[in-house]
């Protein structure tokens, strides 16, 4: 259960690391990055099983890229409210 956490924390890490760089080219630190990467992988989770999806395995190729697809609509949500 613990390594599980682990992994979860870890792919939220570089699944918002990865759509810092996607959506505006850069990173937003260490902390930004992991709440936005476990954010997304909440929201991508949910928004990846509405479309009939499921993600078995926290490490896995699948689960990051529903991750960073989350953090990704995250940030554009984000940035619409911010308005830049």
Do not use: P, T
Not at 16 to 42: D, E
């Amino acid at each position: 259960m613990l390594l599980n956490w682990i992994i979860w924390i870890i792919l939220g890490i570089l699944a918002g690391f990865v759509a810092g760089k996607l959506f505006s080219g850069r990173g937003h630190g260490l902390i930004v990055n992991l709440i936005l990467g476990v954010a997304g992988s909440l929201l991508g989770g949910w928004l990846f099983s509405l479309l009939g999806g499921h993600v078995d395995n926290a490490f896995s190729l699948k689960a990051f890229l529903v991750a960073v697809g989350g953090a990704v609509v995250i940030l554009f949500i984000f940035r619409l409210l911010r308005g830049k």
